[in-house]
């Protein structure tokens, strides 16, 4: 068997792999993941493509061990994975760029807009603050203390410790804080006023105000005196650095689960597929060299690689990962298979036609992400306010400044100071900014575990008040495929004989029909005679010999033909009023049972209208189906409004004449004719099951088929919604309160002030409470699972 790698030419090769063969033999070699030199002693190692690796460490080892490929050929991952070289912003989706940076409108990192699986939930950014974090603390505890104490310590003059505390402040100050000064730059050159904004404009005012201070103190007037010394802040700078560092590192480390559901999804696709060649040779190889058209054997117990149809041999695969059905799906000869689910049983031989980002399971990742990033109407509010507000900001830290130093009394300018800088940092609208993103990713990944894919934030906020649901019948109420009901018997036989002689005939037929009959019999443990002579009848049935005796299945068409005489009987006219088709059993020119297969009802059907109802909502059912099945199946379901024999163009009229009336429409369909429908309803609701044009056309798709989604997915949106409006509600409202205080207003009634390090420390933690109450949304109730 050849090697992944072999086939491929030098130029897959990762020049560290090939470093890391070259130097295996001489001693040392090169680790694949970040590129340190290994000695021969280390006991980090792995072996792939017949070649053994050696890492500086058991991280490095854990890291490619997760996907080889990736650093074997950098290439051909990194063309796997292109998506994730663009980046986006968390708060302004619309910012989109190749590779990482600094938003320009509110300074925060760029994320990729495709989570990577094997990178690592610390991202570089992460990293960079905690090292910046853990370098600053010692240095700012140092300070704080001599700031508070340090007129205590004799042997220290005051001007000495203004020194050691400026000395101890500018590594903080200048190198920890670097990053938040630069994305202030960056915002006023933009044009677009942030928080970063407001914490540059704070700690600089406060260091720089300390630096003259202690370098020039004869600038300064007697009352700034205190303790020996003109009263300095660079404790307050190098806390708030400190602060602001811990609260971007919790911040990001919560905004990293948010990306939890994506990888769950991207953790599905195998790394390899085995790839028979024209020869008849086999090969394992990266998933990502996968082109369609290319044969494929998928093993018991193996992933299917891609997307495709089986050309030999049958098995039965779990799908459940995906479309939530628990039971294996039994697959053969020309059945499609899905990618990234599971065979269990048998050896498949599969011909790929999907690949790549055109995979179902790409597909829904696309879904995932798409309405992550996607804006929310209410974050139209934020957005508009925000800018705004800063300007507001600046303009009564400015205000206040100037009050007190005007009319604050011999400490006035110091007392001005304080609150100048108070209100800069207390004010950054940093919660106010995450409310609606952070809650709209939480959401979705929520959601997306449970079989419902939102395409975008707008359909989250519209759902919840849809109040009519319009629902096609096959495949959205029933199973959408046909199920055997049940049998009749004539003649004096008994009806698991009728069962048992017709399955045993139809052993050789693909009709569908026919796969209901012998799954049926199978699922009832009965034995099944071997057919002989058979032939099918295109279109209207089969006959063969079972035991010696001959017997013709189908329609009154080839009883007809077979000379067959039928009577209408009571139970007859029954089935066929019920919609059900019935199939005729004959054994030697004479009539011996009936069969009746229908569409059977979903079985979560029932429940799913029940809960819909009890939320409230309208159900109407339209189906291009008779008049006379869609009023069974609407009587079965308690439906009272049905219509039939509809065409896609009366569809899209009914939603059209619905929302004439005032009325939140939301469609639900899974087949090519619903698509106009589901694009003009206020939410179009498609099925997993069914068509991509369907779930093209829609808002939110069901992957389940399930219409229980649709409750879970309202009661989602309630949720998300609710979510929102508390995180705006308490960023507005910790603004409202913290400002007036910062500013000062309340000193002279209650001698209540804030200082620079508890504004810090508030605005900090304000922003990981918004965080915080976003991830409660996956725990939210949302209604009982689907089995």
């Not at 790929?352 to 929310?376: D, F, H, N, Y």
């Not at 205000?399 to 005007?406: E, Y």
């Not at 199978?522 to 010999?545: C, K, P, W, Y």
Request: proline share 5%; with cysteine; charged share 15%.
């Amino acid at each position: 068997m050849k090697s992944a790698a072999s086939g491929h030419g030098h130029d897959h090769a990762h020049p560290h792999s090939l470093s890391a063969t070259h130097d295996a033999i001489l001693g040392n070699a090169t680790d694949p993941v970040c590129g340190m030199t290994v000695p021969p002693e280390s006991t980090h190692q792995s072996a792939f493509s017949g070649t053994t690796y050696r890492f500086c460490s058991s991280h490095c080892k854990a890291q490619f061990d997760t996907d080889p490929p990736r650093y074997v050929h950098p290439q051909a991952s990194a063309a796997s994975t292109d998506p994730g070289a663009e980046y986006t912003c968390p708060m302004h989706p619309e910012v989109r760029q190749i590779g990482p940076g600094n938003c320009p409108k509110c300074g925060m990192a760029l994320e990729p807009v495709m989570p990577d699986l094997s990178a690592e939930d610390d991202t570089g950014e992460y990293r960079d603050f905690r090292r910046r974090f853990w370098f600053s603390l010692p240095l700012t505890l140092v300070v704080v203390v001599l700031a508070m104490a340090g007129h205590l310590l004799g042997n220290l003059s005051p001007a000495l410790l203004s020194g050691v505390e400026l000395v101890l402040s500018i590594p903080v100050v200048l190198w920890a804080g670097g990053p938040f000064f630069v994305r202030g730059a960056q915002s006023i050159r933009h044009r677009s006023p942030n928080m970063w904004t407001l914490i540059s404009l704070g700690t600089g005012a406060a260091f720089l105000y300390s630096v003259v201070a202690t370098l020039a103190p004869g600038l300064f007037p007697e009352s700034f005196m205190a303790h020996g010394r003109i009263g300095v802040y660079f404790e307050a700078a190098a806390v708030i650095i400190s602060l602001t560092l811990l609260g971007q590192m919790l911040e990001l480390r919560a905004r990293s689960q948010t990306s939890a559901a994506i990888k769950s999804l991207l953790g599905l696709a195998p790394k390899t597929a085995r790839r028979i060649g024209a020869d008849g040779s086999e090969e394992d190889i990266p998933l990502n060299h996968v082109h369609v058209g290319d044969l494929l054997r998928v093993r018991p117990g193996e992933k299917v690689p891609v997307d495709g149809v089986v050309v030999e041999g049958g098995s039965a695969v779990d799908e459940s990962m995906l479309t939530g059905e628990p039971l294996p799906v039994s697959k053969r000869v020309a059945d499609t298979v899905i990618g990234a689910t599971l065979n269990t049983s048998g050896s498949l031989v599969i011909r790929s036609e999907k690949v790549g980002a055109q995979t179902m399971l790409a597909q829904i990742v696309q879904m995932v992400a798409q309405a992550q990033r996607s804006r929310a109407p209410m974050q139209r509010l934020a957005d508009s306010v925000a800018g705004y507000f800063v300007l507001a900001v600046v303009t009564i830290a400015v205000a206040s400044f100037f009050a007190w130093g005007l009319f604050g009394g011999e400490q006035g300018w110091v007392f001005g100071l304080i609150s100048a800088v108070s209100v800069l940092i207390i004010a950054c609208p940093c919660a106010l900014g995450l409310a609606t993103p952070m809650s709209i990713m939480v959401a979705t990944g929520k959601a997306a575990t449970q079989g419902i894919l939102f395409r975008d934030a707008a359909a989250i906020e519209h759902l919840r008040r849809i109040d009519t649901l319009i629902v096609d019948k096959t495949g959205t109420l029933t199973e959408g495929r046909p199920a055997f009901e049940r049998a009749i018997a004539l003649q004096g036989m008994g009806e698991d004989e009728i069962l048992r002689l017709a399955a045993s005939l139809d052993q050789g037929s693909e009709h569908p029909l026919a796969d209901a009959i012998v799954r049926a019999a199978r699922e009832r443990g009965m034995n099944l005679d071997r057919a002989e002579q058979f032939e099918s009848a295109s279109g209207i049935g089969v006959h063969g010999t079972v035991a010696g005796r001959r017997l013709a299945l189908g329609n009154a068409a080839l009883m007809a033909q077979e000379g067959v005489a039928l009577d209408s009987t009571a139970e007859l006219d029954a089935l066929r009023h019920s919609g059900a088709s019935v199939i005729h059993l004959a054994r030697d020119g004479l009539l011996i049972g009936l069969l009746a297969i229908s569409d059977p009802i979903k079985a979560s059907t029932p429940e799913a209208l029940a809960n819909l109802r009890a939320a409230g909502l309208r159900v109407v059912m339209a189906t291009g189906d008779g008049f006379t099945t869609a009023r069974a199946v609407g009587q079965q379901l308690g439906i009272d409004e049905v219509y039939g024999e509809v065409k896609p163009a009366d569809k899209l009229a009914l939603v059209e004449r619905l929302q004439r009336e005032g009325h939140v429409v939301a469609m639900a369909g899974d087949g090519i004719n619903d698509a106009p429908a589901l694009a003009k309803a206020d939410v179009g609701i498609a099925m997993g099951t069914g068509t991509d044009v369907a779930m093209n056309s829609a808002q939110l798709t069901l992957v389940k088929g399930d219409l229980r989604g649709i409750a879970r997915a309202r009661a989602l949106s309630t949720a998300t919604v609710r979510n929102m409006r508390q995180n705006l509600a308490f960023a507005f409202l910790y603004n409202a309160l913290g400002i007036p205080i910062a500013a000062g207003v309340l000193y002279p009634a209650y001698g209540l002030v804030l200082s620079p390090m508890i504004a810090a420390l508030a605005m900090s933690l304000s922003s990981v409470s918004v965080v915080g109450n976003a991830l409660r949304l996956r725990s939210a109730e949302t209604g009982p699972q689907s089995s």
